[in-house]
């Protein structure tokens, strides 16, 4: 059974903090992974993707890939209260095409 | 450019029923997915169509069944609901190639919000 592993929190950070969520992943021939935000009520949105190992950057957020941990981060900068939602990882199954693992997802809230 | 459009948004149907949701994808996308979303599982992998075609299908019974158009928009189909269906039915589209920015990440529609009773 292939997994996507996250802790599933509440993570709660201070506004202005950074916030580090972290995802685990059991396919180690896995090679793309993003990073969705949902919020309540809301469908899933983009924030990031990641195909090689190391730190891919994008305004106040920083994916991170290790392929030998089979470890995937997200940290987000200057936390605000906007950025409270849910944070779900993805892992793409090899050969699947676009069939994606999902974590259960991270529950993060910054609060003022 | 105009996002992936789901309809209907909210549905209530009961059991025994069948549902029949719609995806229409961003133009230019010709691979539409399509995933379950419930409190205790997560979001779950139904299947994929690529020009027509399946090519890729989840763990679920074949009372879930889907189809695409030539035009890419997509259909699937619930038949005989149970109280176990209800859930978020998310339709994603994306871009093919190789080396095409953006290409091969899902982009989700609103989704359609189905409650059996």
């Known amino acids: 059974q292939k997994e996507v592993e996250q802790n599933s929190g509440p993570l709660s950070v201070p506004e202005g903090a950074i916030a580090s969520l972290n995802c685990t992943y059991s396919d180690r021939g896995s090679q793309s992974f993003f990073w969705y935000r949902q919020y309540s009520g809301k469908s899933p949105e983009l924030i990031m993707s990641i195909y090689s190992n190391g730190d891919k950057e994008d305004g106040r957020f920083t994916a991170q890939l290790n392929k030998a941990s089979q470890y995937v981060s997200l940290l987000i900068r200057d936390s605000q209260p906007s950025d409270s939602a849910t944070y779900l990882c993805a892992a793409k199954e090899p050969g699947g095409y676009n069939k994606l693992i999902f974590g259960a997802g991270t529950r993060l809230a910054v609060h003022p | 450019k105009a996002g992936v459009t789901q309809t209907p948004r909210y549905l209530i149907k009961t059991r025994g029923q069948q549902v029949t949701l719609s995806c229409s994808p961003i133009?230019?996308?010709?691979?539409v997915s399509w995933y379950q979303q419930t409190p205790g599982q997560g979001l779950q992998f139904l299947f994929e169509?690529?020009?027509?075609?399946?090519?890729n299908k989840g763990n679920f019974p074949g009372r879930f069944s889907g189809r695409q158009f030539s035009n890419s928009r997509s259909e699937m189909n619930v038949s005989t609901l149970e109280l176990g269906d209800s859930a978020l039915y998310l339709c994603?589209?994306?871009?093919?190639?190789?080396?095409?920015?953006?290409?091969?990440?899902?982009?989700f529609g609103a989704g359609s919000r189905l409650t059996v009773l």
């Open positions: 994603a589209s994306s871009l093919e190639g190789v080396g095409v920015s953006g290409a091969n990440v899902l982009t």
């Open positions: 169509y690529f020009s027509e075609t399946q090519r």
């Open positions: 133009s230019g996308h010709r691979s």
